[in-house]
């Protein structure tokens, strides 16, 4: 069975930036990536590489910021009251989850100021060419509750049951 839509994938990567810097590992954390291709759980230029690989695949895919996490946007660089942080020792380098226009998005503290803060909404990986390591280890179909939730449940959910709740 080869990836396509509607299939769910298992691989393992390492994720590098264009000067070799590895920025992640599945292998080392002991957690492959699950996801269900063609649902945009992952980044488009990754997930039109792997599009007709099968298990066993290994690949090198280098994705241009355009490909992956975007380009840079200065605009998304902005001050804010230091209000908004209600943290004590808050220093640059700190990275907050939000909710955002289109879902969670992430912060990142760049400079703390007696009354505001510094903030960057930017992917924390946007504006930077990517070389992914993958190696397929399964592909298979998904279930129609994955489909219906648009990405992979684990292992221990009663398919059915989902099915079931969102029929009602």
Do not use: C, W
Not at 43 to 49: D, F
């Amino acid at each position: 069975m080869t990836i396509a839509p509607q299939r769910v994938v298992t691989l393992h990567y390492v994720l590098s930036d264009a000067d070799g810097e590895v920025l992640d590992d599945s292998r080392a954390r002991q957690q492959p990536l699950e996801y269900l291709h063609g649902h945009h759980n992952i980044v488009p230029g990754l997930e039109r590489a792997l599009g007709g690989q099968a298990p066993g695949a290994e690949l090198t895919v280098t994705l241009m910021p355009a490909e992956a996490y975007g380009l840079r946007n200065e605009a998304l660089v902005r001050e804010v009251g230091r209000a908004a942080f209600p943290v004590p020792d808050l220093a640059p380098g700190m990275r907050f989850q939000t909710p955002g226009d289109d879902g969670p998005q992430v912060v990142t503290v760049l400079e703390v100021r007696d009354d505001s803060v510094l903030i960057d909404t930017n992917h924390p990986l946007a504006g930077r060419t990517l070389r992914y390591r993958l190696e397929v280890l399964e592909v298979r179909d998904a279930t129609r509750a994955e489909l219906a939730k648009g990405h992979p449940l684990p292992p221990d959910t009663d398919h059915t049951q989902v099915e079931d709740k969102k029929v009602l």
